[in-house]
């Protein structure tokens, strides 16, 4: 099949992956129905807006949506491609939950047709496409499926996962070398014969169990590395050591490049995806299973210093600068400074003023203590005496040492360095 051959494209999960690449599918020119099971997001979206944070995201679909190029609905249609890029979290017991795929592969059984490719975006657990092929077929056994008969199959299916910024994923879906691993080899080739209508990056082909392996190993890589920045960052308060100026120094070594230490480690992809590989393998993963053990932790070291300084106050208010998870964007998911203003919260005693520029109302965790409110930056520091700074945002910048005198300060991505 060429690229002329896909008509159009259908994509699964409207969310900070799923609309940014039903938009850029849609700006080349390609019809893209979007698909979401919440009312609000569809309706929204066909109005030509959106309900993430996300650089020129706003004019991309607004612009897709007036050409007539993407349009959302709460069920898939028939396509020549589908891209499931729904959420793949974990249980309570760190367990991956596939629930939402299952459920997103099972919605095109009855729309599917002979020819037709299935994308699995989703971030997963090593076999996953392999188990959504057989899902497939239970649903549909008048058609032929690759871990049936490989590449002579009625439908293809691969795994090709995202590797994009939050802040960065417009230029980076387009820009970044694109994974793709099939059940067969013509399911990579088709892939990639798609990919390329977006892509300009190069379309790296293998084969699915391969390609799910990359991306978890690329998020453990990363989350590897920043639990040594985050454990020196102890180590350097234990010893009364400025851990900024230490891993400054240090990076001058021409093959040394430490990470800067934070609150923990948060987003969808790196708090998460590291247990994949864990369940997938816990005797093998002792390096990882530490990692994950050094950055959960961090919040809980914060905690204790935060309410340390409050021993001596009657009344504190603390102003807690940022939820988010990394700066200049709105997504909260596993993000620390959440669990610290959680925790700082449920001991009570304190008022704690949040200032997050990317929401309009507190998440309901928060909104459950008394003491949390939401308010505007000037009002959150002029009242508080002490300050947590727990996300970058650009708007934080603002803040002038006066702004900061007198204060306790907590700086924990070193942002007033």
């Known amino acids: 099949m060429t690229e002329r051959e896909f008509k159009n494209v259908c994509v699964i999960g409207l969310g900070y992956v799923g609309l940014p690449t039903a938009a850029v599918f849609a700006s080349r020119g390609v019809p893209v129905l979007g698909v979401d099971i919440d009312e609000t997001t569809v309706a929204l979206i066909n109005k030509g807006k959106v309900h993430i944070v996300e650089p020129d995201l706003d004019i991309m679909v607004n612009g897709a949506v007036v050409t007539g190029k993407l349009r959302a609905a709460t069920k898939p249609e028939s396509a020549d491609a589908f891209i499931i890029a729904v959420p793949t979290p974990f249980t309570d017991e760190r367990k991956p939950d596939l629930s939402y795929v299952e459920a997103a592969v099972r919605s095109l059984a009855d729309v599917l047709k002979k020819g037709d490719l299935v994308i699995i975006e989703s971030t997963c657990p090593v076999g996953t496409t392999d188990k959504a092929s057989g899902w497939l077929a239970e649903a549909r056994p008048d058609l032929t499926f690759p871990h049936q008969v490989g590449s002579d199959a009625d439908v293809n299916v691969s795994h090709s996962p995202e590797r994009v910024l939050p802040g960065k994923v417009l230029m980076e879906l387009v820009r970044n070398d694109r994974v793709i691993g099939g059940i067969s080899e013509r399911c990579s080739e088709r892939t990639a014969a798609l990919y390329r209508i977006a892509v300009e990056g190069k379309c790296l082909l293998t084969n699915a169990r391969t390609a799910e392996l ?204």
């Open 214 to 417: 990359v991306k978890l190993s690329e998020n453990a890589y990363r989350d590897v590395n920043i639990a040594f920045a985050n454990e020196l960052s102890l180590v350097s308060g234990d010893l009364d050591i400025n851990v900024w100026e230490a891993i400054e120094l240090a990076n001058h070594h021409p093959r040394v490049n430490i990470l800067s230490p934070g609150p923990g480690v948060g987003g969808h992809c790196i708090a998460v995806d590291p247990w994949f590989i864990v369940d997938s393998a816990p005797e093998s993963t002792l390096l990882i299973k530490a990692a994950r053990s050094v950055n959960d932790g961090k919040p809980k070291k914060i905690v204790e210093q935060v309410l340390g300084a409050t021993k001596d106050m009657d009344a504190p208010v603390i102003a807690c600068l940022g939820l988010a998870y990394k700066a200049d964007i709105d997504d909260l998911r596993e993000s620390p400074a959440m669990d610290i203003v959680e925790a700082l919260a449920s001991n009570g005693g304190t008022t704690i003023k949040v200032v997050e520029p990317h929401i309009n109302t507190l998440p309901q965790r928060l909104a459950a203590f008394d003491g949390v409110e939401l308010c505007d930056l000037a009002r959150a520091v002029a009242d508080a005496q002490i300050i947590v700074l727990l996300t970058d945002h650009k708007a934080f910048r603002t803040l002038t040492p006066e702004d900061l005198a007198r204060k306790k300060l907590f700086d924990t991505r070193g942002f007033w360095r």
